[in-house]
C-alpha cells in the first residue's frame, strides 16, 4: 500500500515542497546579484550622465565666447573693408 502522503508518486509531498523551495532560493538568489548589478550600472549611468551634462554646459558657455570673439573680428575685418580708400585702375 502506498504511502499516504506521497499521494501516488515516489516522492513525499514534503519532499516536493523542498525541491520548490529550493528552486525558489535559488532563483532569488540569481534575481538579487542581478537587481544589485542593475543598481550598480544605473549609478555608473547617472555619474557619466552627469559627467556629459557638465561638458555640454562648459561647450554652451565657450560658444558664446567664441561667438563673441568671431563677432568682434567681423566687426573689424567689415570696419577696414569700408574704409577702404578706392583702390587707383592702374594704367
Not at 508518486?9 to 534575481?31: A, K, N, P, T
Amino acid at each position: 500500500m502506498p504511502n499516504d502522503d506521497s499521494n501516488g508518486s515516489w516522492q513525499s509531498r514534503l519532499d516536493r515542497m523542498e525541491g520548490l523551495m529550493d528552486l525558489l532560493i535559488e532563483d532569488h538568489v540569481r534575481f538579487d546579484d542581478e537587481h544589485k548589478r542593475l543598481l550598480t550600472a544605473q549609478i555608473v549611468l547617472t555619474d557619466r550622465v552627469d559627467k556629459v551634462t557638465i561638458a555640454l554646459r562648459e561647450l554652451a558657455e565657450s560658444e558664446k565666447h567664441t561667438d563673441e570673439r568671431l563677432n568682434a573680428l567681423i566687426a573689424v575685418v567689415d570696419d577696414l573693408v569700408r574704409k577702404r580708400p578706392p583702390q587707383q585702375p592702374s594704367a
